[in-house]
């Protein structure tokens, strides 16, 4: 931090990345070093080979340039330990080491290939041990200029040559024109980005058909992704640090913290025992949820016996089953669903594993246990749902009889409308019906298909008005405010403990980025050192780091100076704009996106553990969106949003205890 300008460009690494990779070739080549001194001294004056005086010259001359490789390398480690991620200036001398680095793979590649000659011409007669080190010293070389040619393609920035000098001067003052400039230079860098991004998301996408809806995902995905870190000059040890700092930073302030209030009873029901009712209809609906995966999920969570118990039904035909409306593509899934939900062949009305951007499978079956027409989908798990999940921007929604703005997730929306073209129009729910006329209607998800559950419900609600919807897992910035407090009447979100997915929103993301910036603006530590505390941290625990601040040393107007460098034209961006006012937040630039329905919040019941081997207790508490405007760094923000994981804490708490749990620890697979 600054990303470093080498060769006219900005590279995604920074002048103090260099100390671990430096370190390690430090120590390759002090290794090489020692052995090729040792073979000379125990050789000298008796290489009498055909080629040993050839092989004298060649050892000579490789210690010395391995000396002054090694003491290039001693500088670089050196000074990149140097100042903190914000104060660059002790490093100011690393890119001029790294040119003469790089300048010294030069006579590197030309030694590798005359010892490479003398092996294959000269060295008939030589001891096998000498031949050997030769082939070694070529082959390491070799391997080295290789690492180094994947070094530069990994941190190459394709945007990095985005330059001011590029743009036309402005015929305004000097502040005015200043302002003009970096306008432009950020208009033009967000287009190159945009138009990178959506390169890449065709490359990667391409097997998927190139029609226009989907270009159009393309492209808005590409314009949500490239413009995020776009304003920052932040590379992704930056960014590594900063999440580091900011977990230790959040378990400081939760230590300190007095206990939330918690709410014993749902918003809409005075009843004590509603959260336990609640909690035992989520675990019964929750193994629906899972099954929506198909057999990738059940063999994931049965590893042992998942494969023995499928294997006899994976390879049967499936044209049998004339009473399974429009199913697609059921393979091993149709197995794996009736393993996991115990329910039988004629129970299902229709299932579709058909995957499309925004188009996502779904299955329909009667649950005869709590008297329900199910509906079931699937979350993320393709690359296709994927782009349906990127999908970010908001869309109108037509609601009736709901006041206020009407509006949500695009991708998850129109994901949301496809099953319920697929339920209505092609009659699925009729004929489910028209078999159990009394039954109530009951929609679920996890994750993408939560989202998909709980907006389906929503445009379901006016023709069945008894319908409920359990959202497991459910992505944040779902649906707007008049929409979540009109699905608190029949929707009901389960979250546990630091999930991400259910704090994922643009406004949240903004916000982590701004605290990000803060976290590594403020540090005065080197990098290396936050990211050595912060791994052992996270692997191990122990008490987070009270590092010091820059505000220790600094005055406090110098840390609103950007973090881009004295040549940047960014300074005038909201982002950092932004970091000038502790108490204000900054102006929100994207609509406010909300969880759906009723939240029951699943957290850990006592003292948080402080590594990621530590067992876990849990306790289920009604809860507010507000509790999930942050994104909270953990080792378990991703294990806690897996289906397996929720569903083995449901049923823990519902079979042992309805409030509490004692489970084995959070990387333990739990068999469904």
């Not at 605290?515 to 290396?528: A, E, F, G, I, W």
Request: hydrophobic share 40%; proline share 6%; charged share 20%.
């Amino acid at each position: 931090m600054p990303a470093m300008v080498l060769l006219g460009r900005r590279w995604r690494i920074a002048s103090d990345d260099l100390v671990f990779p430096g370190a390690l070739e430090l120590f390759i080549r002090a290794v090489w070093w020692i052995v090729t001194l040792v073979l000379y001294t125990n050789h000298q004056g008796r290489f009498d080979c055909q080629g040993g005086a050839n092989l004298q010259y060649y050892l000579i001359v490789l210690l010395v340039l391995l000396g002054i490789i090694i003491l290039t390398l001693c500088a670089v480690v050196y000074l990149s330990a140097q100042g903190s991620i914000m104060s660059p200036g002790p490093r100011r001398s690393v890119p001029a080491l790294v040119y003469v680095r790089a300048l010294l793979y030069v006579p590197e590649l030309v030694w590798a290939a005359l010892g490479a000659v003398w092996v294959s011409d000269s060295s008939s007669g030589c001891e096998p041990a000498e031949v050997s080190f030769v082939i070694g010293a070529v082959v390491s070389s070799w391997i080295i200029l290789l690492s180094m040619v994947v070094g530069v393609l990994v941190v190459f920035d394709p945007l990095g040559s985005v330059r001011s000098s590029s743009l036309p001067d402005v015929p305004l003052d000097v502040r005015d024109q200043e302002s003009s400039r970096s306008s432009q230079i950020f208009s033009t860098a967000h287009t190159l980005a945009s138009r990178v991004w959506e390169s890449r998301l065709r490359l990667l996408c391409c097997c998927v058909p190139q029609d226009d809806s989907h270009r159009a995902a393309f492209s808005s995905i590409a314009q949500l992704v490239s413009g995020f870190f776009l304003d920052t000059d932040l590379v992704p040890s930056d960014i590594a640090a900063g999440l580091s700092l900011l977990h230790q930073e959040q378990d400081k302030v939760q230590r300190c913290r007095d206990p939330e209030e918690v709410v014993t009873h749902s918003p809409s029901s005075p009843r004590r025992d509603d959260l336990e009712l609640e909690l035992e209809k989520a675990t019964h609906f929750m193994q629906f949820a899972a099954a929506a995966y198909g057999w990738p999920l059940y063999i994931y969570s049965n590893p042992l016996t998942g494969i023995c118990k499928l294997s006899g039904d994976c390879c049967r035909s499936h044209h049998v089953e004339p009473d399974l409306v429009g199913g697609e593509h059921l393979g091993c899934h149709f197995s794996s669903i009736l393993q996991s939900t115990g329910l039988q062949y004629r129970d299902f009305i229709h299932i579709s594993f058909h995957n499309q951007i925004y188009e996502i499978p779904f299955f329909v079956a009667l649950d005869h246990e709590r008297e329900a027409v199910l509906v079931a989908v699937r979350g993320t798990l393709s690359l296709k749902d994927v782009l349906t999940d990127l999908s970010a921007e908001c869309e109108d929604l037509s609601v009736e009889g709901v006041s206020g703005t009407c509006y949500a997730h695009k991708g998850i929306s129109q994901a949301a409308h496809y099953i319920y073209k697929r339920l209505v129009k092609d009659g699925i729910l009729s004929q489910a019906f028209s078999i159990a006329p009394e039954y109530k209607l009951v929609i679920c998800g996890h994750s993408l298909g939560a989202g998909a559950a709980a907006l389906l419900a929503v445009l379901l609600r006016s023709t069945h008005p008894t319908l409920q919807c359990y959202a497991f897992s459910p992505p944040g910035g779902l649906m707007s405010k008049a929409l979540a407090d009109y699905s608190k009447q029949f929707v009901v979100s389960v979250v546990l403990g630091k999930d991400l997915v259910p704090r994922l929103s643009i406004p949240n993301m903004e916000d982590l980025k701004r605290r990000l910036l803060k976290m590594v603006s403020n540090c005065s530590k080197p990098k290396y050192k936050i990211l050595l505390h912060g791994c052992w941290y996270e692997l191990f625990g122990g008490t987070p780091d009270d590092f010091p601040t820059e505000l220790e040393t600094r005055p406090v107007e110098m840390l609103n100076q950007p973090l881009l460098g004295e040549e940047s034209l960014f300074r005038r961006s909201s982002t950092y704009q932004s970091l000038s006012y502790d108490e204000s937040p900054p102006r929100p630039t994207h609509p406010p996106l909300f969880l759906p329905g009723r939240i029951l919040y699943i957290t850990e019941d006592g003292p948080e553990p402080r590594h990621c081997f530590s067992q876990v207790r849990y306790r289920a508490e009604w809860s507010s969106e507000g509790s999930f405007s942050n994104v909270l760094i953990s080792p378990r923000m991703i294990t806690d949003h897996m289906p397996d994981v929720v569903l083995r804490v449901l049923r823990s708490l519902t079979h042992e205890h309805p409030f509490a749990l004692c489970s084995s620890s959070t990387s333990h697979l739990n068999v469904i």
